[in-house]
């Protein structure tokens, strides 16, 4: 500090500010006491430009480009002629300005991570439940009858009882038939989205037995349900297996932004209790137009609703009655983010109303206009 104001006061005019005056600007400048008039420094010594340099900018959050309206030569009657004085070009004012946005984009992202923390999702044990219930492929394990200690993989199709327990359609000639009828305990896996690490997934262990007679139908009924271009199903080496779950676990929120991973443990009771969310079932012909149609309508929701920064792009993961969870894109990076509905969603009809009405009023509060250009955004009614 004491070497930059001897700096600062040699380059000022003798009758302009003596050391300790010297001492004072800069003590002021870099706590930003200083007036707004003078907070531009757009001529500088060398000296103080040094010292000071981009932490003058991170210090002061109101040095605005319509702030630093003054400089501090104009101030102190410095003498633009003096040559140990630099005239500070376009450049550090856009260097400046790049640093205040950096912050501002720090700082909002901050707030992110605060309000994903506790952005509002389904309990867990009801999550799992959707999760069997969307979904029409699993990865059943089995133990090796060929190669004998270790596990076998397959990716198996399913439906669910009442229960949510896995029914499988399989061929008494595939080598994972053979293997549960030498030994019954298995693994069941399964997830939105096998190929992403930040979607929940599901493990079921359990116990297969072959579907008795009596119920065949029913469950046929379902199975053709989730299926129903499962012709096969009808041919004399096919049967039905239940997988009765004995311990379920499901993981989510890994690799997510802000939201913290869990892991959960269901008991076969809590699990078969739970009811799967109505609304999940409706997600995909919802979620493919807004993708289309609406991605500005999203980034605007997501930009209002949980305080990003300007966004990039904006794509529908998921959705169920208490809101929806995104794929965002900004600057270079691309995370996932949960967007809460303003309330539960009753019903299909429930949810465009709350698209409509939260894109109105993000719109609203951005300031921006429907329909138009790229960076404005138009509301879905046709959700």
Known sequence: MASTAKALSRCLPSKSLD??????????????????????????????????????????DRCTPAGRSRDLVSAFGFSRGNSNFVTMAAATDQAGEQVLEQDAVAEAMERVQEHQKTAAQLPPVEEARTILDI????????????????????????ATDEAGSPILAISSLSPHTQDLER????????????????????????NAEIVDE?????????????????????????????????????TRNIATFAMGASVTQFTPEDFAAAEPDPIAQFEKPIMDHMNA???????????????????????????????????????????????????????????????????????????????????????????
């Open 135 to 158: 979904c029409r492929q699993g990865l059943l394990s089995v133990h090796s009858s060929r190669h004998e200690g270790y596990p076998m993989g397959s990716l198996v199709g399913y």
């Open 183 to 206: 030994n019954p305990q298995c693994s069941f896996f399964l997830s939105r989205d096998l190929n992403s690490m930040n979607r929940a997934k599901v493990t079921l262990l359990g």
């Open 293 to 383: 149609d609406h991605a500005d309508a999203l980034m605007a929701t997501v930009e209002h609703y949980v305080g990003t920064p300007k966004l990039d792009g904006a794509q529908m993961l998921e959705l169920d009655r208490l809101g929806m969870r995104l794929q965002v894109k900004q600057g270079g990076s691309s995370f996932a983010l949960r967007v809460p509905f303003t309330r539960p969603a009753a019903d299909r009809g429930d949810v465009k109303t709350l698209l409509v009405e939260m894109t109105r009023e993000s719109m609203k509060a951005l300031g921006r206009s429907r329909g138009g250009p790229s960076q404005q955004a138009a509301s879905p009614e046709k959700a």
């Open 19 to 60: 050391l300790s005056a010297a001492q004072a600007v800069l003590q002021s400048v870099q706590t930003c006491s200083v007036p707004a008039v003078i907070r531009r420094p757009s001529v500088v010594p060398r000296a103080f430009l040094s010292s000071c340099g981009q932490r003058w900018f991170r210090k002061c």
């Open 214 to 250: 009596a119920e065949r139908q029913s469950v046929r009924d379902s199975y053709l349900k989730k299926h129903p271009n499962a012709f096969w199903v009808d041919f004399g080496d096919f049967r039905f297996v239940r997988i009765r779950p004995t311990h379920i676990r499901m």
